[in-house]
């Protein structure tokens, strides 16, 4: 679909759209929750397939992308298609931003305000944690959560609607604090169905300890490898409803370090199986 539209999401985890080539001289494009995006492109369907220049609400535009602010307000989008390819989008500043150095950021917003699912989506589709119900179960941003009879105690993301609060793991390296610990627990859950997989303990030494990472599902009661810590009734869906039932976020149970050694970091799986894992934290004692 996006190979038609001229621009598509390439920049893993932002909203940020590359530009390509319109296959259709005129495309309205209404997102959920955002505005219109209108796009012309004459001459397309004269055989013209090269864009050689680009308009964002009128304004002659050079980069070879345009930012999320373009999904979020709407606009129009008018290209100048050529027969030929010309310079357009070739230089050295127009190519797309590279976000690197915030590649071990939390990549998702899994909680919204109760009336704004449309802020954020944990399940990857329409569904989102309450801010408001997961306040009243004790999880405010920054609050601190412990994990009874284990001297282990998660910080909540401090993070604002609509922001990422949560990583969906692929490789991210989360610092923590260089001091001996004797365990390692993980504050999360899965949608989707249970999510398993392998996370990485690096030491001050170099040394490596493995570690096993098992959420339930969201909806579900705990597994074999995480207990309940949160719990709250309802969750939010992107049209600004609401619906019933009982929904978790689980702490895994903490797996044994060697406590001669100071840990550095963890290294978060890099997939998982089955359903989709969400960290929201993760905390050693």
Do not use: C
């Not at 976000?99 to 589709?125: C, M, Q, W």
């Not at 365990?183 to 899965?190: P, Q, V």
Request: overall charge negative; glycine content about 14%.
């Amino acid at each position: 679909m996006f190979a038609n539209l001229g621009i598509y999401p390439a920049i893993y985890g932002t909203g940020d759209l590359v530009v390509s080539a319109p296959m259709f001289e005129r495309i309205v494009i209404d997102p959920v929750g955002g505005e219109r995006i209108r796009i012309k492109a004459r001459g397309v369907e004269d055989g013209a397939r090269y864009t050689t220049g680009l308009r964002v609400d009128g304004r002659p535009r050079n980069a070879s992308w345009i930012d999320a602010e373009v999904v979020r307000s709407g606009g129009d989008l008018i290209f100048e298609m050529s027969h030929r390819p010309g310079e357009w989008g070739t230089g050295a500043d127009d190519v797309p931003p590279s976000y690197t150095a915030g590649a071990d950021a939390r990549n998702n917003a899994g909680t919204t305000p109760e009336g704004r699912g449309d802020l954020g989506s944990l399940d990857l589709s329409d569904w989102s944690l309450s801010r408001e119900a997961l306040a009243d179960a004790g999880a405010r941003p920054g609050a601190r959560i412990p994990l009874d009879g284990t001297g282990i105690t998660f910080t909540w993301p401090d993070a604002g609607p609509g922001e990422p609060d949560n990583w969906i793991p692929h490789g991210q390296r989360i610092d923590l604090p260089d001091e001996p610990s004797a365990s390692i627990s993980f504050l999360g859950l899965a949608t989707n169905g249970p999510a398993a997989g392998s996370a990485t303990v690096r030491y001050t030494d170099g040394s490596t300890r493995r570690v096993e990472v098992e959420f339930a599902d969201w909806a579900a009661s705990a597994s074999a490898g995480d207990t309940e810590l949160i719990t709250v009734r309802g969750r939010n869906k992107a049209d600004g409803s609401a619906d019933d039932g009982t929904f978790r976020v689980f702490a895994t149970r903490p797996a044994p370090l060697d406590p001669g050694k100071v840990v550095d970091e963890v290294v978060l799986p890099e997939g998982t199986d089955r359903g989709i894992m969400h960290v929201f934290d993760v905390a050693t004692g």
